[in-house]
């Protein structure tokens, strides 16, 4: 129960500490559905608004997602993954101390995406393409699709399909070659069966490029992150990057 005398903290505020505290603590979970505003408010003891503020404050410090019709979901703070990084996600996790290992799902020799040739820097020439659902401590994360042209590799296929995405392009350390780019999107059929979300929910659609020291496009990564498991933080504004790069209208296949 929450009160009006605790020390002259506003409601929402404690509200909000009490919320962040049952979170960390497990009372809710990563992944499970926060109760309605109803629900909140009704066992914290306070008014809608009240739960509204604290949950919005919760939100923006990235413990709790909001899903549009479907409700707020509590976010894991090991999936929170920062903007200002040249490592693959891949690294980023690793570095945090989880073991991610690669299941490869589908091969392709030849396939032809206009976007994918256009981030290759190549025109009308199919590329090779391996699907692998990455996990995290044996639990399916992500399903990666990874493009790539065989001759820009010194690497067998075999050996590349389960290298973390930067060092695809060679076995030396990351050299600051990676670019990022995140938009909206949400989870298709087979995303959904290899990874055990829900087809249909919103999702950040995360392309990564590799190029080697020369600034050669190497191997292109294309990513779909469930929004209710993912957090992506950028800490530093100085970086972010706005554009809209000049591309043609249409990709099609």
């Not at 929402?12 to 109803?38: A, C, M, T, W």
Request: contains cysteine.
């Amino acid at each position: 129960m929450i009160t009006s005398s605790e020390r002259g903290k506003p409601l929402y505020e404690q509200l909000r500490q009490s919320l962040r505290s049952d979170i960390l603590s497990g009372v809710y979970p990563p992944g499970s559905q926060l109760p309605s505003e109803l629900e909140l408010g009704a066992h914290y003891g306070v008014s809608r608004i009240t739960v509204r503020r604290a949950v919005m404050e919760l939100v923006q410090e990235g413990l709790l997602i909001r899903m549009q019709g479907k409700g707020t979901f509590v976010l894991s703070s090991d999936t929170r993954m920062p903007m200002d990084t040249q490592c693959s996600f891949w690294e980023t996790f690793e570095q945090d101390g989880h073991r991610l290992t690669a299941q490869v799902v589908s091969r392709t020799p030849r396939v032809w995406l206009k976007e994918i040739s256009w981030l290759l820097g190549v025109d009308n020439r199919p590329c090779a393409l391996f699907q692998r659902v990455l996990k995290r401590s044996g639990s399916p994360l992500v399903l990666e699709n990874v493009y790539y042209l065989p001759e820009r590799l010194g690497i067998a296929a075999d050996e590349l399909e389960h290298l973390p995405f930067c060092r695809i392009g060679g076995e030396k350390e990351p050299s600051g070659k990676v670019r990022r780019e995140i938009r909206a999107s949400i989870i298709d059929g087979r995303t959904a069966q290899f990874i055990g979300c829900t087809e249909g929910e919103p999702a950040f659609q995360v392309t990564q490029i590799c190029s080697d020291e020369n600034g050669m496009p190497v191997v292109v990564s294309r990513s779909y992150f469930p929004g209710s498991w993912h957090c992506f933080l950028l800490e530093d504004l100085g970086r972010l990057q706005i554009q809209a790069p000049e591309r043609p209208e249409t990709w099609g296949e």
